[in-house]
């Protein structure tokens, strides 16, 4: 008898971990993907981003067993170090578990290793420089172009995965219509990718297990290590206005906005003219979709059904989340996609806005808030409580990044309360000494039930 086909659009993360996970239960699995190989083509200049890969992407990646092969790419970082206007620096660590960290990752490396995986993988097919150009929703076909010699064909949607990304041709071929229902909204903030090398031998010029930011309000510049020694810097910025991508259009103007904002890190940055003014600049918006899938044909996931600003970290994750999702579904109800796909949505897409209103809330508290003395004083007795109460109290930062399975929504509804709290607490403190930990406590058994009645089996339990 012959193997069932599913096809998929994208071979970026989520596309390529799902085609792995199909193939294990036996499909014939096709991807095409429209870029050339990313193991035999560098990565585009300039868009050498790192991820930040936490636990619901490391649990998925240990479902299938390869995260031992991507352990020794990791840059383990512990927490996030301030770099203040005057020079100072303050550490404030992520979690208080030593296995409570979040792990630094280039893309490219990421994706070059989950594609080896894929090629190694019996009844899958990577078909690069194939380019899905549309869908056709009365014949549940994809019209795609092979970018090698402009030769058009069709591929049937029988069913079909789109993981093409926040850009998506395959929701947005069904634009106007009802189906998904997608609206995107652009932030008016962007990104540019900058880098610091290794110092001599090879050393890290910045402590290479934080995750750094320069908050300054309105904007920010942060750096996530790479293995061999150097940084990875993302700038985000407005697009126009007096701080903007906009003004810094010269090597002058560029060369005065890091002096008077950003002292410290200029100098680490040889390249800093030549990158401002000739990387890419990025776009950085939110996908919310009110379906995620049509009947039992198409459905869309990762980016191309929710992508999210990057202020979580967990954009990736998220995606990863998909397919484990996926994963389990499948091996419940084999190939009754409608089914599959109508339970899928029904679990994740509340989860998924969730996530990206977190996102967008972590851009003010990166930026602006965690420059706040306050800020450390809430963190602190967030610790405190967690530490009293583990199993009513998780700071909401460690819900998300730590503990792959608390649902994202449960996370934000959680974390709403947490806040409300921890402002109550700690409005009139300055320190710990002045905070009434016992009061803070009964307030937080009295108002939040024990975590353990909201814990979802999507993962397994951290030990
Ligand atoms: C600056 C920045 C920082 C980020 N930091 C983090 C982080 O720290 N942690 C985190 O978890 N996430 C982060 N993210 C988000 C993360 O990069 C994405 O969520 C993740 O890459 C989504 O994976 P995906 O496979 O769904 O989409 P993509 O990675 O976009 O892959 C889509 C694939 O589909 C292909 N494709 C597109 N169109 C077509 C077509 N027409 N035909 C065929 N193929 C097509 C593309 O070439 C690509 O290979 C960040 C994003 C940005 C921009």
């Known amino acids: 008898m012959s193997r069932k086909t599913v096809n998929i659009i994208g071979a970026g993360q989520c596309g390529t971990l799902i085609a792995i996970m199909l193939a294990r239960h036996g499909f014939q699995v096709e991807v095409y993907e429209r870029f050339k190989d990313p193991r035999v083509q560098d990565a585009e200049a300039g868009r050498s981003i790192n991820l930040a890969l936490a636990a619901r992407g490391l649990n998925a990646l240990q479902q299938v067993g390869i995260e031992s092969l991507i352990e020794p790419v990791l840059v383990p970082m512990r927490g996030r170090m ?28 990421l994706n070059q290793m989950l594609l080896g995986v894929a090629d190694d993988t019996a009844n899958l097919r990577l078909n690069f420089e194939q380019n899905a150009i549309g869908y056709d929703a009365p014949d ?16 049937e949607a029988d069913p079909l995965f789109a993981a093409d990304g926040a850009g998506s041709n395959i929701r947005r071929s069904f634009d106007g219509s009802d189906t998904f229902g997608g609206v995107e909204t652009l932030l008016r903030h962007g990104y540019k990718e900058l880098s610091i090398p290794a ?33 990875t810097l993302t700038l985000f910025l407005p697009n126009n206005g007096e701080n903007s991508f906009e003004a810094l259009c010269d090597e002058a103007s560029v060369i005065a906005f890091f002096a008077e904002h950003f002292p410290d890190a200029a100098p680490l940055i040889p390249n800093l003219c030549d990158d401002m003014l000739n990387h890419p600049l990025g776009e950085l918006g939110t996908i919310r979709c009110r379906h995620w899938h049509d009947r039992g044909n198409v459905l869309l996931l990762g980016d191309a059904a929710h992508a999210i600003v990057p202020f979580h970290g967990q954009g990736m994750n998220l995606a990863f989340e998909d397919c484990v999702l996926l994963d389990r579904m499948i091996s419940d109800y084999h ?19 969730a996530i990206a209103d977190m996102a967008l809330d972590n851009y003010i508290e990166m930026r602006d808030t965690v420059r706040d003395p306050k800020f450390a004083l809430r963190k602190a007795l967030a610790f405190e409580l967690e530490q009293r109460l583990p199993d009513h109290f998780i700071p909401r930062y460690s819900m998300v990044m730590f503990h792959a399975n608390i649902p994202y929504l449960v996370a934000q509804q959680r974390g709403e309360v947490q806040s409300a709290l921890l402002e109550e607490f700690t409005a009139t403190a300055n320190t710990m000494d002045d905070v009434d930990v016992n009061a803070a406590e009964a ?19 951290r030990s």
């Open 82 to 109: 301030v770099h203040q206007q005057d020079g100072t620096t303050d550490f404030l660590r992520y979690g208080q578990q030593a296995d409570e960290v979040i792990y630094s990752v280039t893309r490219l490396g």
């Open 199 to 231: 110092g001599p031998d090879g050393r890290y010029q910045l402590s290479p297990d934080a995750l750094h930011i320069w908050p300054r309000g309105g904007f920010m510049l942060i750096a996530l290590p790479n293995p061999g020694g150097d940084f």
């Open 443 to 461: 307030a937080v058994k009295n108002r939040l039930p024990p975590i353990d009645s909201v814990r979802n089996d999507l993962s397994v339990r």
């Open 140 to 155: 549940h076909t994809v019209h795609v172009r092979d970018e090698t010699d402009g030769s058009l064909y069709q591929v």
């Open 335 to 353: 190939d009754d996609w409608s089914t599959i796909f109508a339970r899928f949505e029904a679990e994740q897409l509340a989860n998924a806005n």
